[in-house]
């Protein structure tokens, strides 16, 4: 005689909110992987450039190297500040956060060899080889931003690589230093800045 099998008892159901918003939350961290950051602050970078002319115009000259140096870092404490703001202010009106997905990726990426800059700049200043500076600067600033650039829009990547080759020729063909800092950190700066600012959207 054959028993008839238990029914099966059935599971607890999920209730349908909380599956949904499961599904919302994964997708919306899968588009956080593969977004692009697109906050990188085009009119940020025009600012940044007119900084580090400034700053060239006032450092041009200067007999005192470690006055020369001061003008310097008081410009690159300033385009950081300019840097920052803008691209807060672009975040916020796109909708994008810098501290999750692609915007997390770009900062840890760009700050690694930027702290590098630093502290190397520190090794050169008590060296006293103050020629290398510019190149130093220039090369290592344009490695940040090019692995930043791999979480950004294409133009990024291609600024930082503009910034490597002439922070090469900086390290290595005589000149004003300051012509050559003008030449990057203005220059390069207002170019992209602009091109990035009419391509998406300042």
Known sequence: MTHPSPTPTPSE?????????DDLRYIRRTMERGQAFTAVPGW??????????????????RSDPDAWLTVWLVEAAAAIAV??????AKARRSGTSVLTGAGRKF????????????????????AEAYD??????????????????????RIVPVMGLAFM?????????????????????GGLHIGFGAVIARRHGG
């Open 107 to 126: 900062l840890l990426s760009f700050l690694p060899a930027a702290t590098a800059g630093v502290l190397l700049t520190g090794a050169l200043w008590r």
């Open 83 to 88: 840097g920052v703001t803008a691209i807060r």
């Open 44 to 61: 940020g970078g025009v600012a940044m450039g007119m900084t580090a002319l400034a700053a060239a115009v006032i450092a041009w000259g």
């Open 165 to 185: 080759a002439l922070g090469t020729v900086a390290l290595f063909a005589p000149g004003p230093p300051d012509l050559w800092l003008a030449a990057g950190f």
């Open 13 to 21: 159901p999920i209730a349908l909110g909380d599956r949904a918003m």
């Open 132 to 153: 290398l500076m510019p190149g130093a600067w220039l090369l290592v600033y344009g490695v940040s931003v090019v692995a930043a650039g791999t979480f950004s829009v």
